[in-house]
T-cell receptor, first 111, second 115 residues
Framework: RKEVEQDPGPFNVPEGATVAFNCTYSNSASQSFFWYRQDCRKEPKLLMSVYSSGNEDGRFTAQLNRASQYISLLIRDSKLSDSATYLCVVNMERGYNKLIFGAGTRLAVHP | DTGVSQDPRHKITKRGQNVTFRCDPISEHNRLYWYRQTLGQGPEFLTYFQNEAQLEKSRLLSDRFSAERPKGSFSTLEIQRTEQGDSAMYLC?????????????FGSGTQLSVL
């Protein structure tokens, strides 16, 4: 079983749609959680951290359920520029960032 | 440019050759990481340096792989006797050690193709 699992997609949605991505992780001792965005042939970039209480950044909302070991990302009012791969990321270690990445979920937003 | 820089951007080599990649982290960052990413997968952790000390190596890092960070600044990743399975994007990332909210910054990567 992979340490971080995501639906690979692709999710093809029209502009303005709301789309949700899910992710599960296997290690209950995981310390912190993130969503990264990766454009084609580019490096991953931090989109947002994920907190137990849930957090929002503009059109993006992230949720964490530690009991179910489940992380989600909701994108509202999708833009063409949101087209990318979204990587669910778990930090396994205390003290430094040993990040474990999911394989990513591809999102394609069309006009 | 004050971000993480990696050189070269692309490398094509023949099986059996040795290759070396360089990473220059953000100047004040004391932590440096190497990751590898193959098509359709997320990046996989390879190794981590705190200053010049290599503190962790993944079991993915076979004996053919070696990484150094001699003065706690730039780092090199060498692959000896390359194999076709080594073809991947090699990503370097750096961070400044913090107690909370430590953020990793990735370089643009080196794309390795082994023929």
């Amino acid at each position: 079983r992979k340490e971080v699992e995501q639906d690979p997609g692709p999710f093809n949605v029209p502009e303005g749609a709301t789309v949700a991505f899910n992710c599960t992780y296997s290690n209950s001792a995981s310390q912190s959680f993130f969503w990264y965005r990766q454009d084609c042939r580019k490096e991953p970039k931090l989109l947002m951290s994920v907190y137990s209480s849930g957090n929002e950044d503009g059109r993006f909302t992230a949720q964490l359920n530690r009991a179910s070991q489940y992380i989600s990302l909701l994108i509202r009012d999708s833009k063409l520029s949101d087209s990318a791969t979204y990587l669910c990321v778990v930090n396994m270690e205390r003290g430094y960032n040993k990040l474990i990445f999911g394989a990513g979920t591809r999102l394609a937003v069309h006009p | 440019d004050t971000g993480v820089s990696q050189d070269p951007r692309h490398k094509i080599t023949k099986r059996g050759q040795n290759v070396t990649f360089r990473c220059d982290p953000i100047s004040e960052h004391n932590r440096l990481y190497w990751y590898r990413q193959t098509l359709g997968q997320g990046p996989e952790f390879l190794t981590y340096f705190q200053n010049e000390a290599q503190l962790e190596k993944s079991r993915l890092l076979s004996d053919r792989f070696s990484a150094e960070r001699p003065k706690g600044s730039f780092s090199t990743l060498e692959i000896q006797r390359t194999e076709q399975g080594d073809s991947a994007m090699y990503l370097c990332a750096s961070s400044l050690a913090r107690t909370t909210n430590e953020k990793l910054f990735f370089g643009s990567g080196t794309q390795l193709s082994v023929l």
